[in-house]
Nanobody, 116 residues
Framework: QVQLVESGGGLVQAGGSLRLSCAAS????????MGWFRQAPGKEREFVAT????????SYADSVIGRFTMSRDYANKTVYLQMNSLKPEDTAVYYC?????????WGQGTQVTVSS
């Protein structure tokens, strides 16, 4: 089993920044990748960013390119999502995801609210 704990959400004005963290624990030795997804009210969960655990390469949704940066602390099994130039449409619950071997794990989510 893998446990994921997110933190760092909150309320911010448009144009502001937030940094989300996700700490993984448990059986993480076979981690393939970690990612961030988000779900706004009334919408489906959508991909935001992902990082390949061993190589560190990243990819992003088109809507966040140039504004969000995902990084990882390999030793501490933690990933981060630095979110700059936030927009009201970024308002959502942000979920951390880990792909470990052939299983996908999810965190409990953290709320990000961007006011206009």
């Amino acid at each position: 089993q893998v446990q994921l704990v997110e933190s760092g959400g909150g309320l911010v004005q448009a144009g502001g920044s937030l940094r989300l963290s996700c700490a993984a624990s448990g059986r993480t030795s076979s981690t393939v990748a970690m990612g961030w997804f988000r779900q706004a009210p009334g919408k489906e969960r959508e991909f935001v960013a992902t990082i390949i655990w061993d190589g560190g390469s990243t990819s992003y949704a088109d809507s966040v390119i140039g504004r969000f940066t995902m990084s990882r602390d390999y030793a501490n099994k933690t990933v981060y999502l630095q979110m700059n130039s936030l927009k009201p449409e970024d308002t959502a619950v942000y979920y951390c995801n880990a792909r470990v071997a052939f299983t996908s794990y999810w965190g409990q989510g953290t709320q990000v609210t961007v006011s206009s």
